[in-house]
C-alpha cells in the first residue's frame, strides 16, 4: 500500500531530551516535507526537500534539524526540545516539486505525530 | 497582509446548499495554489490545484483563481454533511521556490442534514 508512515505517533518528553520523528514513504517520491499544526497558527512549513542531499527551511525552523541521505527517509530532529515545540507534526511527500503545475506535485500526509514537552 | 488569509468560520450552510470558501493571498506568494480538506484528527489531503486564473472544475468541487484580485475561492455544489471539515488554502512561496508551501489558518464547514 502505498503511504506515508511517521513514528512515533505520540510522544512525551522533557525539555532538552534529544528526540528524533522518522518519516518514510514507499512511493519513490522526490520532495518530501514536514509541517506543524497549532491551533490558532494552522499548518507551517518546518522544512523541505527536493531530492536526496538537498533540504531548504521552510518558515518555522528553527529548533530542527532534518537530513536525506535516502530518498525515501526524511527524520525530523529536535536536538534540544523546548516546550514551545509541543505541536502535532505532519510529514508529506510529493512526485515532484509543488510548483510543477500536474497532478505529480500533489502531496501525501502522514499520519501524524503528537509530540508533548513538558 | 498575511501571505495567505482565510475565513476561521465556522461556515454553516445546509445540505445540498452550495459552499463557497474564500482565499487572499499577498504578492509574496507564488503561481501555484491548493486546497486541501482535513477532517478533525486526520492529516490533511488535496482536493483541487488551481494555477491559472479562471476556474476549474472536479465533481462537485470548483476552484476559481483571480490573480488581479489576488483571491483564490472553493465552491462545493450540492454539499454533503461528509463535507464538513476544515478546507485549508494553500500557496507556493513567492521566488520559483517549488518546495515552500504557505497554509491559511483554515475555515471549519460544517453542513446540516
Known amino acids: 500500500e502505498a503511504q506515508v508512515t511517521q513514528n512515533p505517533r505520540y510522544l512525551i518528553t522533557v525539555t532538552g531530551k534529544k528526540l528524533t520523528v522518522t518519516c518514510s514513504q514507499n512511493m519513490n517520491h522526490e520532495y518530501m516535507s514536514w509541517y506543524r499544526q497549532d491551533p490558532g497558527l494552522g499548518l507551517r512549513q518546518i522544512y523541505y526537500s527536493m531530492n536526496v542531499e538537498v533540504t531548504d527551511k521552510g518558515d518555522v525552523p528553527e529548533g530542527y534539524k532534518v537530513s536525506r541521505k535516502e530518498k525515501r527517509n526524511f527524520p525530523l530532529i529536535l536536538e534540544s526540545p523546548s516546550p514551545n515545540q509541543t505541536s502535532l507534526y505532519f510529514c508529506?511527500?510529493?512526485?515532484?516539486?509543488?510548483?510543477?503545475?500536474?497532478?505529480?506535485?500533489?502531496?501525501?500526509f502522514g499520519p501524524g505525530t503528537r509530540l508533548t514537552v513538558l | 497582509q498575511k501571505e495567505v488569509e482565510q475565513n476561521s468560520g465556522p461556515l454553516s450552510v445546509p445540505e445540498g446548499a452550495i459552499a463557497s470558501l474564500n482565499c487572499t493571498y499577498s504578492d509574496r506568494v507564488s503561481q501555484s495554489f491548493f486546497w486541501y480538506r482535513q477532517y478533525s484528527g486526520k492529516s490533511p489531503e488535496l482536493i483541487m490545484s488551481i494555477y491559472s486564473n479562471g476556474d476549474k472544475e472536479d465533481g462537485r468541487f470548483t476552484a476559481q483563481l483571480n490573480k488581479a484580485s489576488q483571491y483564490v475561492s472553493l465552491l462545493i455544489r450540492d454539499s454533503q454533511p461528509s463535507d464538513s471539515a476544515t478546507y485549508l488554502c494553500a500557496a507556493t512561496g513567492y521566488g520559483g521556490s517549488q518546495g515552500n508551501l504557505i497554509f491559511g489558518k483554515g475555515t471549519k464547514l460544517s453542513v446540516k442534514p
Open positions: 508529506a511527500s510529493s512526485f515532484s516539486g509543488l510548483g510543477v503545475m500536474s497532478s505529480y506535485n500533489e502531496q501525501f
